[in-house]
């Protein structure tokens, strides 16, 4: 079942990385950081994130020991 999350998470990152609405907006975040600049930080942020629970609950255990065997 926790794969199927992530990978639907995956999905769903992949389609908001495509950023067109903040094209054109001139806002500043904090007071100096382009709209989209901070778009993008905050999507490396949840993609780090969900890299982690990839390694957390989906990562393939049986592989990593099949390959640690003599």
């Known amino acids: 079942m926790s794969k199927i999350i992530i990978w639907s998470l995956f999905v769903v990152l992949f389609f908001m990385h495509q950023d067109f609405w903040w094209w054109n907006d001139s806002e500043l975040v904090f007071g100096f950081m382009p709209m989209g600049l901070a778009y993008h930080a905050g999507f490396s942020i949840a ?9 957390r609950f989906a990562w393939p255990h049986d592989l990593e020991a099949f390959a640690e065997e003599k």
């Open 47 to 55: 993609c780090s994130i969900l890299g982690w629970l990839a390694i």
